[in-house]
């Protein structure tokens, strides 16, 4: 089954200033992305996706980009504010075509007043 | 619209007592989920159900049983409950993936302890 890993596992910014977020996957076969947030005391909520037939896909402040060849993908947030504050996580298909997913190890990003 | 219910929010149990997590979801999803969340291992998967009446393992499976009681219940046992079972355990729910519904809807959790 995909292995996906998730870097960094903290990232605390400037509000105001972009935060970062990348994961890696294993399978190449693999052909949706999506990326979660959590919030304290929640379930996590989809905020964005991207299907392996793009390479870039944007809303608003969150953008997320895809490298097949090089088999990871970047989440993107501009012009932070505090209720960014959360956890992310990425997932993919656990299996090839499935509904089931697999996720990263989260990353939990504190943006700073 | 509730989406994906489960119960109980907080639950404490001693090792070797059984319980039952409930999941509900008002979606029409066909597919749902558990999942069990541990610090720093993001959602990992403990079995997963594409329609009433079947059942799968996910990552995780050893310790649990489910019951996908019709198309909105599906409930997780845990049968003898061990302190390596203290998790948050959310429940999801989502459409079939080729319909493109692959967005997975979260409950809100409930963190268990094992003591």
């Known amino acids: 089954g995909e292995n996906v890993e998730q870097h960094p596992s903290t990232l605390s910014v400037q509000e105001g200033d972009s935060a970062v977020i990348k994961c890696t996957y294993s399978?190449?076969?693999?052909?949706?992305f999506p990326w979660y947030k959590q919030e304290l005391g929640k379930g996590p909520q989809l905020i964005i996706d991207?299907?392996?037939?793009?390479g870039e896909k944007k809303d608003q402040r969150i953008a997320v980009t895809l490298n097949k060849t090089a088999k990871h993908f970047s989440l993107h947030i501009t012009e932070t504010q505090p209720e960014d504050s959360a956890v992310y996580f990425c997932?993919?298909?656990?299996?090839?075509?499935?509904?089931?997913?697999?996720f990263g190890g989260g990353t939990r990003v504190l943006v700073k007043p | 619209n509730a989406g994906v219910t489960q119960t109980p929010k907080f639950q404490v149990l001693k090792t070797g007592q059984s319980m039952t997590l409930q999941c509900a979801q008002d979606m029409n999803h066909n597919s749902m989920y558990w999942y069990r969340q541990d610090p720093g291992m993001g959602l990992r998967l403990i079995y997963y159900?594409?329609?009433?009446?079947?059942?799968d393992k996910g990552e995780v499976p050893n310790g649990y049983n489910v019951s996908r009681l019709n198309k909105r219940e599906f409930s997780l046992r845990l049968e003898s409950a061990a302190p390596s079972q203290t998790s948050v355990y959310f429940c999801?729910?989502?459409?079939?993936?080729?319909?493109?519904?692959?967005?997975?809807?979260f409950g809100q959790g409930t963190r268990l302890t094992v003591v």
């Open positions: 997932a993919a298909p656990l299996f090839q075509g499935g509904n089931k997913l697999t």
């Open positions: 991207i299907r392996s037939n793009v």
């Open positions: 999801a729910s989502s459409g079939d993936a080729g319909t493109g519904g692959t967005e997975a809807f």
């Open positions: 159900s594409a329609s009433e009446g079947t059942t």
């Open positions: 399978d190449s076969a693999s052909n949706y």
